[in-house]
């Protein structure tokens, strides 16, 4: 068992009760113990398109071989 655990809360508004699956239970249906609500587990969210890590940007060279500025 990896350990991992997910906790929520209970959406019945009337029991608000915070809940502990493990994480293997992440897209199942499970039941509140105090009420008997079913709650639906989360996937877990995946990184949006795009928002990744850029790569480091790469510094300007100084040797470009442009001539110096004449003043």
Same mark, same amino acid.
């Given at each position: 068992?990896? &350990?991992?655990?997910? /906790?929520l809360i209970? #959406?019945?508004?009337?029991?608000?009760?915070?809940?502990?699956? !493990? =994480?293997?239970?992440?897209?199942?249906?499970?039941?509140?113990?105090?009420? &008997?609500?079913?709650? /639906?587990?989360?996937? #877990?969210?995946?990184?949006?398109?795009g928002v990744?890590?850029? !790569? =480091?940007?790469?510094?300007?060279?100084?040797?470009?071989?442009?001539?110096?500025?004449?003043?």
């Open positions: 068992m990896s &350990g991992q655990v997910i /906790r209970c #959406p019945n508004l009337t029991c608000r009760t915070i809940l502990s699956v !493990p =994480a293997g239970a992440r897209g199942k249906d499970v039941r509140c113990r105090a009420c &008997g609500a079913k709650v /639906r587990i989360p996937m #877990p969210k995946a990184p949006k398109p990744a890590e850029e !790569p =480091a940007a790469q510094p300007q060279s100084t040797s470009d071989n442009t001539p110096p500025a004449k003043a």
